[in-house]
């Protein structure tokens, strides 16, 4: 059984910055990449960063409006990806959600089968 935990969500100034985190358990060695995505109420999920994790990974993809600010990065040791938020601003404001899969598309949410709760972002 797959489980993705998120934690490091809250409210924070405009300006401001915060590190989501997200514990993998139980993970399947298939899976080939992490992603972030957020959702803001009334609109669609959105792919905020995504890392590809398996041999050889590493590469790395933003959604235009989190270029520069944002930074996605996985500890295998701790089986951990992270994602750092700084200059933060009032549109970031959403759920963030990690998820996990065999992915070709990393921006598609369909692509990934495992997915976390969530954790509230909100800026101000």
């Known amino acids: 059984h797959v489980q993705l935990v998120e934690s490091g969500g809250g409210s924070v100034q405009a300006g401001g910055s915060l590190r989501l985190s997200c514990a993998v358990s139980?993970?399947?060695?298939?899976?080939?990449?992490m992603g972030w995505f957020r959702q803001a109420p009334g609109r669609e999920r959105e792919v905020v960063a995504a890392m590809y994790t398996g041999a050889g990974g590493g590469s790395k993809q933003y959604a235009d409006s989190t270029q520069g600010r944002f930074t996605i990065s996985y500890d295998q040791t701790k089986r951990t990806t992270y994602l750092q938020m700084n200059n933060l601003k009032p549109e970031d404001t959403a759920m963030y959600y990690c998820?996990?899969?065999?992915?070709?598309?990393?921006?598609?949410?369909?692509?990934?089968?495992?997915w976390g709760q969530g954790t509230q972002v909100t800026v101000s």
């Open positions: 139980g993970y399947t060695y298939s899976s080939n990449c």
């Open positions: 998820a996990a899969g065999s992915v070709i598309l990393p921006g598609a949410p369909s692509e990934y089968r495992h």
